[in-house]
């Protein structure tokens, strides 16, 4: 039963332009989104977040977008550069659940120079 | 701040030996997790701990797996005997409380069960 799902295990950007990562959940309950960055042979690295009474969080380059109807949220990297080539995590928790996340299987983004 | 340390970063074992990983959270931080995170999936959690409790390992195989905390900081996840499907990367994490939204990963250990 996979609460949170990435559908494409693979993007490719051209530097400069913006990438746009996707992440579906079916359990209502979540109340807090994450997205992790990750580079081979390290562990994953908080990139933001964003709460469920909000609908848009930015920071810098990064933008995460919440649509609670559609139970869809989406990272946006504007403008992409070569450095950000990592795999990226959606993550989600619910309330009480002691902050447990659960993780979707992951994007690889590849920003090409 | 140093980060989450966990050793060893690769081991390779034959299938029914035993391993042993461990972790050094952030100073500070009482929430520990262990997550095993299989080749093209997303990390799955195995068991947390709340100081030296365990708070949930509903998730962990119990008959092979064990974890422990004693004293609130150091934690080691031990695998007895190892199957083939065991083969992935273990991650450490930590997190300031229970209710803390961020949590922080060690580098992970990477099992390689042949």
């Known amino acids: 039963d996979q609460q949170v799902k990435q559908n494409s295990p693979s993007l490719s950007v051209q530097e400069g332009r913006i990438s746009i990562l996707n992440c579906d959940y079916t359990?209502?309950?979540?109340?807090?989104f994450l997205w992790y960055k990750k580079y081979p042979a390290e562990g994953p690295t908080f990139l933001i977040s964003?709460?469920?009474?909000?609908d848009k969080n930015e920071d810098g380059r990064f933008t995460v977008f919440l649509n609670k109807s559609a139970k869809h949220l989406s990272l946006h990297i504007v403008p992409s550069q070569p450095g950000d080539s990592a795999v990226y995590f959606c993550a989600a928790s619910v309330l009480g659940s002691a902050r447990q996340l659960t993780f979707g299987s992951g994007t690889q983004l590849t920003v090409l120079p | 701040e140093a980060g989450v340390a966990q050793s060893p970063r690769y081991k390779i074992i034959e299938k029914r030996q035993s391993v042993a990983f461990w972790c050094n959270p952030i100073s500070g931080h009482a929430t520990l997790y262990w997550y095993q995170q299989i080749l093209g999936q997303g990390p799955k959690l195995l068991i947390q701990f709340q100081n030296n409790g365990v708070v949930d390992d509903s998730q962990l195989p119990k008959d092979r797996f064990s974890a422990e905390r004693l004293k609130g900081v150091d934690s080691t996840l031990k695998i007895q005997p190892a199957k083939l499907e065991d083969s992935a990367v273990y991650l450490c994490?930590?997190?300031f409380g229970s209710g803390a939204n961020v949590l922080t990963f060690g580098a992970g250990s990477r099992l390689t069960v042949l």
């Open positions: 994490a930590s997190s």
């Open positions: 964003i709460s469920s009474i909000k």
């Open positions: 359990n209502s309950m979540f109340d807090y």
